[in-house]
C-alpha cells in the first residue's frame, strides 16, 4: 500500500522516522513529506497557503499507481482532508492521528508571527494534557527537530467542496479519546461536529498518550497505524 505520511505544524519528514521504517518493514511504501515553505524564510514561504500545502499532496497522489491512503498528524489531518477531498476516489483510507476532520472553512490555529513566519513557541507552550508524556530528555531530543511554518497556513480556510470525501474511510487514532468519549462531545463542536456525522465509515481508536505519540509511544502508533491500514472497509 502506498501512504503518504503528512506531518503537523513545525515538523518535516524526519518526524516520522521510526513510523516510516516500521510501515516500510511491514511491506507498505511509506512517503514521509515536508510540506511547501517549512523551515523557510518569509521571503520564500510568504505567499503559501493551506491550498499550496494541499496541492503537494495531491501532486503526490496523483503520482501513485494506486490508491493512497493519508496519514495525517495533528494539524496535518487539515491537509490530508483537504486531499482526500480533492480526490476522493484515489484515498483509500485517511488517517488522523490525534486530530480530527476539519470543517469546511476552518484553520488550525493562530501563533504568533515573527519575521514573517511562525516560529515553534516551545514545549512550555502547550497545555499539559498536550505534553505530559513528553519527558524532559524527549523534549530536548525533540525541539531541535521543529521548524518555522508559513505564516499564513495556520489561518488560513480550509477549502472543502466535494461531498464524496465523506465515503473516504476514516480512521482517527485520538491521545486520550475512544469512539464513545468522542461522540458524547462532538455534537458541542459545531460545523466539527456536522462534518464528523457526515462520515459514512469512521473508526476512532485510543492511543493513550498525548499529542505527539510518534515521539512519546511510536511502537504503539505503529501497531495502531498498521491494523487501521489492514482494517477492512465498512462498506456503508
Known amino acids: 500500500m502506498d501512504i503518504i505520511l503528512i506531518p503537523g505544524l513545525w515538523l ?3 518526524s516520522w522516522g521510526p513510523v516510516t521504517t516500521a510501515l516500510r518493514d511491514a511491506g507498505h511504501h511509506a512517503q514521509a513529506v515536508t510540506l511547501p515553505g517549512v523551515g ?3 521571503a520564500v514561504s510568504g505567499d503559501l497557503g493551506m491550498a499550496d500545502w494541499v496541492d503537494a499532496i495531491t501532486a503526490l497522489i496523483d503520482a501513485a499507481d494506486a ?5 495525517g498528524h495533528s494539524g496535518g489531518g487539515n491537509v490530508a482532508w483537504g486531499a482526500a477531498d480533492a480526490r476522493p476516489d484515489r484515498v483509500a483510507r485517511v488517517i488522523f492521528v490525534d486530530t480530527i476532520p476539519p470543517a469546511p472553512g476552518s484553520g488550525i490555529s493562530e501563533f504568533e508571527v515573527v ?3 511562525i516560529p515553534f513557541p516551545g514545549w512550555d507552550f502547550f497545555p499539559e494534557e498536550d505534553v505530559h508524556d513528553l ?6 531530543k525533540t525541539a531541535p527537530l521543529t521548524l518555522s511554518v508559513p505564516a499564513r497556513v495556520p489561518t488560513d480556510p480550509i477549502r472543502l467542496t466535494d461531498p464524496r470525501r465523506h465515503a473516504v474511510p476514516v480512521t482517527m487514532l485520538m491521545g486520550a479519546l475512544d469512539q464513545p468519549t ?3 462531545m462532538i455534537d458541542e463542536w459545531g460545523p466539527y461536529g456536522e462534518e464528523y456525522r457526515a462520515l459514512r465509515d469512521v473508526k476512532v481508536v485510543r492511543i493513550g498518550s498525548a499529542h505527539w505519540p510518534q515521539f512519546s509511544v511510536p511502537e504503539t502508533l505503529n501497531r495502531l497505524l498498521l491494523e487501521a491500514i489492514d482494517r477492512p472497509n465498512s462498506g456503508v
Do not use: F, I, K, Y
Open 40 to 42: 523557510e524564510p518569509a
Open 12 to 14: 518535516d519528514a524526519s
Open 67 to 71: 490508491p493512497v491512503v493519508l496519514v
Open 115 to 117: 519575521d514573517g513566519v
Open 182 to 184: 468522542l461522540e458524547s
Open 135 to 140: 519527558d524532559a530528555q524527549l523534549r530536548e
